[in-house]
């Protein structure tokens, strides 16, 4: 089972062009990438995003790229037309106004225009295997510190697990007491109520059936047995099930609180309330599951 906070550094190098890619993720319904990539790499995005998203499912993730490269050969190259355009323009304002006529050459190669430059093509494939391995190597180290934390957040909910367990247990115990327990009171209050007149003993049987049925948690506490022994079951078996670990949780909240509505006991009720709060505890570890 994976986290879905962790940080992960990878770094490639080829042809004396370096890359360091940074992964920093934090919970997140979905898959979201937030990718910072100098101008020069802009056009290597979509492959970098292929990348992560072939092994991560959910996550926010903010991605961080260090590019260098060597100084690439540039050609250089005079344009004779500007710099004949500059001069001659010099020598006209120094006719027409006496100025003195101070053109240099290395005046002349500041202008924009009179040195042309080209920048040497951009080996693309080379950079995209360059961005690719870096960020493979990346994700697999976000992977590792993610499946450690995951590891650590699935052993403290299965001890949480055994405490949901156990406190359902507490509640089957109790359970078959209530209608027993209802019966000795209302035959007492009967009893008071008709100062020893005798009653209709079979309207008090059909009175205490009623309410046994009322409260009845049965089904309720089967349910809950199933989706505990359903939880350990994907937290053994698959690694990234946040999404429907999320959904199991909210069916366990959701039994115990008919077994709270339906039990019409204290007892039960004080229960019911330890129970919800280890659920909303196991709530809060799985929004870190991937």
């Known amino acids: 089972m994976y986290s879905m906070t962790g940080y992960g550094k990878g770094e490639a190098e080829i042809n004396g062009r370096s890359l360091i890619v940074e992964l920093k993720s934090v919970n997140h319904r979905f898959l979201d990438l937030s990718v910072k990539l100098p101008r020069s790499l802009i056009f290597t995005e979509e492959a970098l995003k292929k990348v992560i998203s072939g092994k991560v499912s959910r996550g926010h993730i903010d991605v961080f790229t260090t590019y260098s490269a060597p100084v690439d050969n540039a050609a250089l190259s005079l344009n004779a037309d500007v710099a004949e355009s500059y001069i001659e323009m010099s020598r006209t304002l120094n006719e027409r106004f006496g100025l003195a006529n101070d053109c240099t050459t290395s005046s002349l190669l500041r202008i924009p225009g009179v040195v042309e430059e080209k920048a040497a093509s951009v080996p693309e494939e080379e950079i995209l295997m360059l961005v690719k391995t870096a960020t493979e190597r990346a994700v697999d180290a976000l992977l590792k510190m993610r499946e ?74 089967a ?37 709270g509505s339906k039990a019409n006991d204290a007892t039960i009720a004080e229960y019911v309330v330890l129970l919800k709060c280890e659920i909303e505890k196991v709530r809060e570890q799985i929004q870190n599951l991937e």
Request: one cysteine or more.
């Open 148 to 221: 450690a934390e995951g590891t650590a957040i699935t052993k403290d909910i299965l001890g949480k697990l055994d405490e949901i367990e156990r406190l359902t247990g507490l509640i089957e115990d109790r359970a078959p007491l209530v209608a027993e327990e209802y019966k000795v009171r209302l035959k007492q209050l009967m009893e008071t109520a008709l100062s020893g007149a005798q009653y209709d003993e079979t309207r008090l049987l059909m009175e205490i059936a009623l309410f046994a049925d009322k409260c009845a948690i049965d089904e309720e506490l």
């Open 223 to 259: 349910r809950l047995h199933v989706h505990i022994a359903h939880y350990r079951k994907i937290l053994e078996t698959e690694p990234t099930a946040g999404r429907k670990l999320d959904f199991l949780t909210q069916e366990l909240n959701r039994e115990t609180n008919t077994i």
